[in-house]
């Protein structure tokens, strides 16, 4: 079910968005450029929590309020994007990092408690659920016709 606008409002604290309004104005000045993390704190002022809250907060509010696209990379920290071939590799990336770590929730969670509980409704429920993220994101990450 999809929050509504005032829900994840009240969730994100005015800090954090500060924080990636802070992180989007010094990302701005140096574009097309990126920064890394470790300049993004010394550019920003912003202690490395900070820095993680703002980039959260940054990736929420840039549906919102029209704000580029905003991946990381090796080669160039974090920087604005409006290239589809390097958004949807980037993406392709996240998708496939997010299904291993549902993977090994699936393994290393839902698997030990189906064997204490191997007729409960709530463990196959939820492993079903999991197992079709799980494949969706593997779709996503491993697209098959390329």
């Given at each position: 079910m999809a929050r509504s606008r005032r829900e994840r409002d009240r969730r994100r604290s005015p800090t954090a968005a500060r924080h990636a309004d802070a992180i989007r104005l010094a990302l701005m000045e140096v574009a097309p450029a990126g920064l890394k993390k470790s300049r993004l704190t010394a550019v920003t002022e912003l202690s490395r929590s900070q820095i993680v809250r703002g980039l959260?907060?940054?990736?929420?509010?840039?549906?919102?309020?029209?704000?580029?696209?905003?991946?990381?990379?090796?080669?160039?920290?974090?920087?604005?994007?409006?290239?589809?071939?390097?958004?949807?590799?980037?993406?392709?990336?996240?998708?496939?990092?997010?299904?291993?770590?549902?993977?090994?929730?699936?393994?290393g969670i839902l698997a030990r408690h189906a064997r204490l509980f191997?007729?409960?409704?709530?463990?196959?429920?939820?492993?079903?659920?999991?197992?079709?993220?799980?494949?969706?994101?593997?779709?996503?990450?491993?697209?098959?016709?390329?």
């Open positions: 959260a907060a940054y990736h929420e509010l840039a549906g919102e309020k029209g704000w580029p696209p905003l991946p990381w990379s090796f080669k160039a920290g974090y920087h604005f994007c409006e290239d589809a071939v390097e958004l949807e590799a980037w993406e392709r990336d996240w998708a496939e990092v997010k299904s291993t770590q549902i993977t090994s929730v699936i393994n191997p007729k409960s409704r709530w463990v196959a429920y939820f492993s079903a659920q999991m197992n079709a993220v799980q494949s969706s994101l593997d779709m996503i990450a491993h697209p098959r016709n390329q």
